[in-house]
């Protein structure tokens, strides 16, 4: 028998299993935010020594390595490559322009819980 969605949005393990699942989330927004901030030092830093901000080489050797990463963890290796060509990308775009920082701070981020 199939449930509605009335149904599902009061079904309590659905809703833990969501939450579990909106925690995760924000853990990678936050943890996108620290490599841009990572890149904009690694970005002043060779500004700083005159080395070129841009390593082609080093990029494509993150992809291959990004790639089989994401596969031992049962990931397509398609979506391992967009994702990461975007991350890349992005990061290139922030480093690039001013910071903009939170008016607010949000709230620390606990581990999502380890089931049995």
Same mark, same amino acid.
Do not use: N
């Given at each position: 028998?199939?449930?509605?969605?009335?149904?599902?949005?009061?079904?309590? %393990?659905?809703?833990?299993?969501?939450?579990?699942?909106?925690?995760?989330?924000?853990?990678?927004? /936050?943890?996108?935010? %620290? +490599? #841009?901030?990572? %890149? +904009?030092?690694?970005? &002043?830093?060779?500004? /700083?020594?005159? $080395?070129? $901000? =841009?390593?082609?080489? &080093?990029?494509? #050797? $993150?992809?291959?390595? &990004?790639?089989?990463?994401?596969?031992?963890?049962? $990931?397509?290796?398609?979506?391992?490559? &967009?994702?990461?060509?975007?991350? =890349?990308?992005?990061?290139?775009?922030?480093?690039? +322009?001013? =910071?903009?920082?939170?008016?607010?701070?949000?709230?620390?981020?606990?581990?999502?819980?380890?089931?049995?």
């Amino acid at each position: 028998m199939a449930l509605d969605r009335t149904t599902a949005a009061r079904d309590e %393990v659905v809703w833990a299993i969501r939450e579990q699942i909106g925690l995760v989330d924000r853990q990678i927004l /936050e943890l996108v935010a %620290v +490599r #841009f901030e990572r %890149v +904009r030092e690694l970005w &002043r830093h060779k500004a /700083e020594v005159g $080395l070129p $901000l =841009v390593d082609p080489e &080093r990029e494509a #050797f $993150l992809r291959r390595r &990004r790639s089989m990463e994401g596969i031992d963890r049962g $990931l397509d290796p398609a979506f391992v490559a &967009r994702w990461f060509e975007d991350l =890349v990308a992005e990061g290139k775009r922030a480093a690039a +322009r001013p =910071v903009v920082r939170p008016r607010a701070a949000a709230p620390p981020l606990a581990p999502p819980p380890v089931g049995p």
